[in-house]
């Protein structure tokens, strides 16, 4: 199975190596540099207890960050883990971001 992860924050990063642990192939998209730079040195932006662990073990084996989805793979499913913060003079969803990884 290989899945592609949209958003590699809280959310994202942590179903993602979760997944990789299971077997499961990931590849993960992010915008954020300093994300993609922790990554690159086997370490999350945030703390989880074991998290750094398993994202060494996975990097680069079954769990890869990516700029773009490989074209030459077929993807069993697709999800968008992107924040949705709230528009300060109504309080209603801003979907900016969740219509920016859709496109």
Known sequence: MRIGIVGLGYVGLTLAVAA????????GTEINPD??????????HFHET???ELIEVHNNKNFFCVDNFPADKKFDAFIITVG???????????FDAIESAVR
């Open 35 to 44: 994300i993609k730079a922790a990554l690159k040195n086997n370490r999350a």
């Open 20 to 27: 990789a642990d299971s077997g499961i192939e990931v590849f």
């Open 50 to 52: 074991g998290l750094n």
């Open 84 to 94: 949705t913060p709230l528009r300060e003079n109504s309080k209603t969803p801003n």
